[in-house]
């Protein structure tokens, strides 16, 4: 199936080939013509896969018409949850629009807002916002929604688990209720169902890969380690095998710039971004890491889904997130777009109950590795898919022969394949 198949615009299809598109992903392929039609859609698709693309594309088509802008007045709203994805997803309307006379504007905090407001009076089609600027600028005034044609939720999951449910509600109540709308999300748990209900009406539902499979191509590893070690065997992990490119997370603002420390101390150059920094550091350090200036990037949640690198090597979760989405939104930075990647995870001890979230999120156990110049003392439990967590204490749910399934190997170890980092524990 082609682009063109697809019932685009030739200036649009123009744009795609000069860019060396020529084939459009699954969800792409599903979604666009549905949108093209005015249809409301649900789309869940893991990241990497063309979700941006998928709404982007049928967009600029629908508002390709000649149109005279009126001042504050948008015909387009796409809200976000990070600064780092309004940029981005920006810069691909300004790509796949660049043969249309469609004018578009990122709209987040961290900026000044003067620059913003004076965009707004000169006219714009598009507008890509943070919930939280967004009606910033709306209770002053500078915006009204009387001639919104088309609403857009990028990453609903993400703004949920963020705690914008408030600002969303307020903007929808105040958008027209004859709009298009469209919620794209990584997941589909029950509360994006429920803030789903509030936004599309009789919508076209689209689900690539299922809900609960991580981004293809990816190869996971963890490696069990003492918490004090860990920066210690980030060092080696670099040094040794010569990476040239990792996004690695943390879980605080001061530990992102205690390890940047620690890594520089061992002669390994690194940056942090997180949500301390202002936003001309944060934009300057990630294009410097796009372009392969910055090799080593520490950076907290903040970035987990404003990064697109086509080809980004690998990441490495330093500290397993609190939630297991997270951690499919950490490692979907990597094996984008039909690229392999890497996912490593340095798991200690008081990590084991988020570890065993994650793989339960994943159905499957990740595999271990020992490197065996950092023996650990505190030793990691084995993994077991039925383990849970009641009562604060850890406890196991009842043997697989009392669940009605066949208990596997997999599920007491890992069966890891030979890695080039170290031994496979077994």
């Known amino acids: 199936?082609?682009?063109?198949?697809?019932?685009?615009?030739?200036?649009?299809?123009?744009?795609?080939?000069?860019?060396?598109?020529?084939?459009?992903?699954?969800?792409?392929?599903?979604?666009?013509?549905?949108?093209?039609?005015?249809?409301?859609?649900?789309?869940?698709?893991?990241?990497?896969?063309?979700?941006?693309?998928?709404?982007?594309?049928?967009?600029?088509?629908?508002?390709?018409?000649?149109?005279?802008?009126?001042?504050?007045?948008?015909?387009?709203?796409?809200?976000?949850?990070?600064?780092?994805?309004?940029?981005?997803?920006?810069d691909n309307i300004r790509l796949y629009g660049k043969h249309l006379k469609v004018a578009s504007m990122c709209m987040v905090g961290g900026v000044d807002l003067e620059p913003q407001k004076q965009q707004l009076i000169d006219g714009v089609d598009i507008v890509v916002a943070t919930p939280g600027r967004l009606l910033d600028l709306a209770h002053q005034r500078a915006l009204h929604f009387d001639e919104l044609q088309m609403l857009v939720m990028d990453e609903a999951d993400r703004m949920?688990?963020?705690?914008?449910?408030?600002?969303?509600?307020?903007?929808?109540?105040?958008?027209?209720?004859?709009?298009?709308?469209l919620l794209f999300s990584a997941t589909l748990s029950p509360?994006?169902?429920?803030?789903?209900?509030?936004?599309?009406?009789?919508?076209?539902?689209?689900?690539?890969?299922?809900?609960?499979?991580?981004?293809?191509?990816?190869?996971?590893?963890?490696?069990?380690?003492d918490k004090h070690n860990k920066s210690a065997l980030l060092s080696h992990l670099v040094k040794e095998h010569n990476w040239t490119?990792?996004?690695?997370?943390?879980?605080?603002q001061h530990g992102a710039a205690?390890?940047?420390?620690?890594?520089?101390?061992?002669?390994?150059?690194?940056?942090?971004?997180?949500?301390?920094?202002?936003?001309?550091?944060?934009?300057?350090?990630?294009?410097a890491f796009k372009s392969g200036e910055i090799?080593?990037?520490?950076?907290?949640?903040v970035a987990a889904r404003g990064i697109d690198i086509d080809e980004l090597e690998r990441v490495v979760n330093y500290d397993m997130p609190d939630d297991a989405d997270e951690y499919i939104h950490r490692i979907g930075?990597?094996?984008?777009?039909?690229?392999?990647?890497?996912?490593?995870?340095?798991?200690?001890k008081d990590d084991f109950k988020r570890l065993c979230a994650v793989e339960r999120r994943l159905g499957k156990i990740l595999d271990r590795v020992t490197i065996e110049a950092f023996p650990v003392v505190k030793d990691l439990p084995a993994s077991n898919l039925n383990f849970s967590m009641k009562g604060g204490k850890p406890k196991k749910s009842a043997p697989a022969k009392e669940r009605g399934t066949k208990k596997t190997p997999a599920a007491t170890k890992s069966t890891a394949p030979k890695s080039p980092w170290g031994s496979v524990k077994k």
Do not use: C
Request: avoid cysteine; glycine fraction near 8%; charged fraction near 20%.
């Open 245 to 252: 490119q990792a996004l690695i997370f943390i879980r605080t």
């Open 1 to 90: 199936m082609s682009f063109q198949s697809l019932g685009l615009s030739a200036p649009i299809l123009q744009a795609l080939e000069e860019k060396g598109y020529s084939t459009p992903t699954e969800i792409q392929q599903k979604a666009i013509p549905a949108i093209l039609q005015g249809r409301d859609v649900i789309a869940t698709a893991q990241t990497g896969t063309g979700k941006t693309a998928a709404f982007v594309l049928p967009m600029l088509d629908k508002l390709s018409g000649e149109r005279k802008r009126r001042a504050k007045r948008l015909r387009a709203l796409i809200l976000v949850p990070t600064r780092e994805l309004g940029m981005q997803v920006e």
């Open 160 to 181: 949920l688990d963020m705690g914008f449910i408030d600002d969303l509600n307020k903007i929808i109540a105040r958008l027209p209720e004859q709009r298009q709308s």
């Open 258 to 287: 205690k390890l940047v420390s620690q890594l520089e101390k061992r002669g390994i150059a690194a940056e942090s971004i997180h949500g301390g920094r202002s936003q001309a550091s944060r934009s300057r350090i990630l294009e």
């Open 295 to 301: 090799s080593i990037l520490v950076a907290t949640g």
């Open 333 to 348: 930075r990597t094996g984008r777009a039909g690229a392999s990647g890497e996912a490593v995870s340095l798991v200690s």
């Open 191 to 225: 509360q994006v169902r429920s803030l789903a209900s509030t936004v599309v009406e009789n919508p076209f539902e689209v689900s690539i890969g299922g809900d609960t499979q991580s981004a293809p191509k990816i190869s996971q590893w963890l490696i069990a380690v």
